[in-house]
């Protein structure tokens, strides 16, 4: 468990840092504002556990919050690190890991720091949820090819900028149905699929896959589907063998 400066640039918005810090609490409550978080792990999961094998691999996971999706890949036998720049985040993915018992090496820091201690170390990296929140996207997945060994794969997760996602995730979870904390979204900040594409080939990764991540609120359960203008899941690997 390492603390280090949290970035060796600027690529946080304090104010997101601090919007999510301060529902830290309620984290791990199935029912509270991450309800809809819980019932998309599974399916993030799933998409994770298909593409690559978790048993025994170095994981890191970029902007794990306080880690839901750590732990339920430390539970597949993952080796995982998981970074995050909220202070809050970090404590209570701690204090939950000495309760469930799961180990998880948490770390206050951002991947541009840990790309200049641990290039080549990982074999998969995960970054969901996350992109959308940082001013430039383009280095945070810079920085996890850098972290990748050849072979390695980067698993991604975001919202398209398209009008049905402005519907369906601003609109209606935050001011209709009420399912996020109004303000979580900004669409704006939203990623086309094309705008992913391009940042994964300006950092020498191949995207293999992309698929549509459905959350359905009256069933509280989310699943993999085709259709990708809403949420949607890219899986990319780096060049080279995995040893």
């Known amino acids: 468990m390492t603390d280090r400066n949290m970035s060796t640039n600027d690529n946080f918005s304090q104010a997101e840092l601090d919007k999510f810090g301060a529902l830290a609490q309620r984290w791990w409550d199935p029912e509270g504002p991450q309800k809809a978080l819980h019932a998309l792990n599974p399916a993030r999961l799933g998409y ?12 890191l996971d970029v ?12 539970g597949e036998g993952a080796q995982v690190t998981a970074l995050d720049l909220a202070p809050e985040l970090v404590k209570v993915a701690r204090l939950h ?6 180990k998880v090496d948490y770390r206050l820091q951002s991947v541009e720091s840990l790309a200049v201690e641990m290039p080549g170390r990982f074999d998969a990296i995960t970054c969901m949820e996350m992109l959308e929140h940082v001013p430039d996207p383009g280095a945070i997945i810079r920085a996890c090819a850098t972290l990748l060994k050849p072979g ?22 935050e001011y209709v149905a009420r399912i996020l904390p109004k303000g979580t979204h900004q669409y704006r ?5 094309s705008e992913m594409g391009a940042w994964l080939r300006a950092a020498g990764l191949q995207l293999e896959d992309v698929s549509g991540l459905m959350y359905e609120p009256w069933r509280n359960n989310a699943r993999i589907v085709s259709r990708t203008d809403v949420n949607y899941l890219a899986c990319a690997v780096k060049a080279g063998n995995a040893e």
Do not use: W
């Open 63 to 74: 902007g794990c919050g306080a880690g839901l999706l750590s732990e339920a890949m430390a």
């Open 48 to 59: 994770v556990a298909a593409r690559t094998p978790l048993k025994g691999a170095r994981v």
């Open 97 to 102: 890991g000495l309760e469930s018992g799961v």
């Open 189 to 193: 900040d939203f990623i086309k699929p």
């Open 152 to 173: 390695g794969r980067l698993f991604l997760s975001t919202l398209n900028r398209t009008p049905a996602a402005f519907a369906l995730a601003i609109v209606g979870a």
